[in-house]
């Protein structure tokens, strides 16, 4: 994942120590509550940043449901 502050000028790699995927499946940006970011990962994991990219967390309560072994994305074909 790559992230820019200067409208493309320069390039900084964040979440390379903290995420373990390189599959990055998802982004998303919190409108409405400044420097916070989402990730999704295949294998399916989700990790949350409140600093703008600084610093990332795995969210583990997504992990822990049953059927979490069976997610992917996109969907498999005979889901």
């Given at each position: 994942?790559?992230?820019?502050e200067?409208?493309g000028?320069t390039?900084?790699?964040?979440g390379?120590d903290?995420?373990a995927?390189?599959d990055?499946?998802s982004?998303?940006?919190?409108?409405?509550?400044y420097?916070?970011?989402?990730i999704?990962t295949?294998?399916?994991t989700?990790y949350r940043?409140?600093d703008?990219?600084?610093?990332?967390?795995?969210m583990?309560?997504?992990?822990k449901?049953?059927s979490?072994?069976?997610?992917?994305?996109?969907?498999?074909?005979?889901t």
């Amino acid at each position: 994942m790559w992230k820019t502050e200067d409208i493309g000028q320069t390039w900084n790699r964040i979440g390379k120590d903290e995420i373990a995927s390189n599959d990055i499946t998802s982004v998303s940006v919190s409108r409405l509550d400044y420097g916070k970011m989402f990730i999704g990962t295949e294998p399916t994991t989700l990790y949350r940043s409140n600093d703008r990219g600084e610093s990332w967390q795995k969210m583990i309560a997504l992990n822990k449901l049953k059927s979490s072994t069976s997610w992917s994305f996109p969907p498999r074909p005979w889901t």
